[in-house]
């Protein structure tokens, strides 16, 4: 009996693909597409949330890569900076047979069982922006992101070049820093690449560090409370523009200049940082390109076409000064 049924079956599946239908031995899936229904390519994003103008940014590169036109149907899933609605968005893809998983893992840990479950159910998964910290590096296909130790790196190198730019190289200099969301793959490296450097020079004293969540509002707190510990603060430097926006509301509202009395280096370099710095309130922004849609797109395309796909792909990045900001202001995308 058993036997009878495969070989019809069997017959069932030559019958529809001569008949034009379309089955992606990528997506591994356990249904076929025909022509009568959507041929999109669905996509599963678990974004982090909309907690700066990067995010947002990211976003939209996505949103405006996977449309219907391009032939993908996007599922797009804001977890509101919660790794558990990140969880929970990635069993709710599973259950709807989505073709690819995106995931920009809010933080690095407790990955490893919902991951098994995608790979198990046999959905590619593509991680934008953060990095996973797992065992078993086959539950993901391919990640997409900056360099964030180098980001890190380059703030505190461009804080150096500006220092003997100013005659103020050979002075005490005496810094701040603001982090991003603790155990997320853009604070970890940033928080590196900046102390790493930071150890190099003998002058600089990294009088302390704390947390802003890559959140404004907490930026411009935490800052305050810099203000009040410390009356001696040469620099901050910021792991993001939003921070680093509201650090110069409470700067300002403590009777000092932005960019002045205070240097400011933040990173993302986003459109509004880079206005900033033509206005003199922030000294540089290291950028960080939040454009993953079409790389992310282009990981899924060669897939399709049983294509390898790198595991790291890092997306370019420059710095940007008053040298260079109001030059790139009118064309920049983001
Ligand atoms: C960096 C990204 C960070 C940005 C922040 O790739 O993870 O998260 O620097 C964003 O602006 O909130």
């Known amino acids: 009996m058993i036997k009878k049924q495969i070989l019809s079956y069997t017959v069932f599946l030559v019958s529809l693909c001569l008949a034009g239908c379309f089955y992606r031995p990528n997506a591994q899936r356990s249904s076929l597409v025909t022509p009568t229904e959507s041929n999109l390519i669905v996509v599963g994003y678990a974004q982090v949330g909309a907690e700066s103008d990067w995010r947002v940014a990211n976003t939209q590169s996505f949103k405006s890569t996977f449309t219907e036109e391009n032939g993908f149907e996007l599922i797009f899933i804001d977890a509101q900076q919660k790794p558990e609605n990140q969880i929970k968005a990635l069993r709710n893809f599973i259950q709807q047979e989505v073709d690819y998983i995106v995931l920009a893992p809010i933080v690095e840990s407790g990955w490893d069982s919902v991951l098994k479950e995608v790979k198990e159910a046999g959905i590619p998964l593509i991680l934008s922006d953060r990095m996973v910290n797992v065992e078993d590096d086959s539950l993901y296909v391919s990640w997409v992101g900056g360099n964030f130790v180098k980001e890190g790196e380059d703030s505190v190198e461009w804080l150096h070049n500006y220092l003997k730019e100013i005659g103020r190289d050979k002075e005490i200099i005496n810094i701040v820093e603001m982090q991003g969301t603790l155990g997320s793959t853009a604070e970890i490296g940033r928080t590196e690449g900046i102390e790493k450097k930071i150890a190099e020079y003998p002058n600089f004293r990294?009088?302390?560090?704390?947390?802003?969540?890559?959140?404004?509002?907490?930026?411009?707190?935490?800052?305050?409370?810099?203000?009040?510990?410390?009356?001696?603060?040469?620099?901050l430097i910021a792991q993001n523009d939003n921070m680093a926006f509201g650090a110069i509301d409470a700067i300002e509202a403590a009777g000092l200049v932005p960019g002045k009395d205070i240097i400011i280096i933040s990173i993302d370099a986003v459109k509004a940082a880079l206005e900033e710095i033509v206005a003199g309130r922030i000294n540089a922004s290291i950028e960080c390109n939040p454009l993953h849609g079409p790389r992310v797109a282009e990981i899924i395309r060669k897939l399709e076409a049983g294509e390898p796909v790198e595991k790291k792909i890092y997306v370019n990045e420059e710095i940007f000064d008053i040298k260079n900001a109001a030059e790139r202001l009118p064309t920049r995308e983001y």
């Open 206 to 235: 990294l009088l302390e560090k704390q947390t802003g969540d890559f959140v404004q509002s907490m930026g411009q707190e935490v800052m305050e409370g810099f203000l009040k510990k410390y009356d001696d603060i040469d620099v």
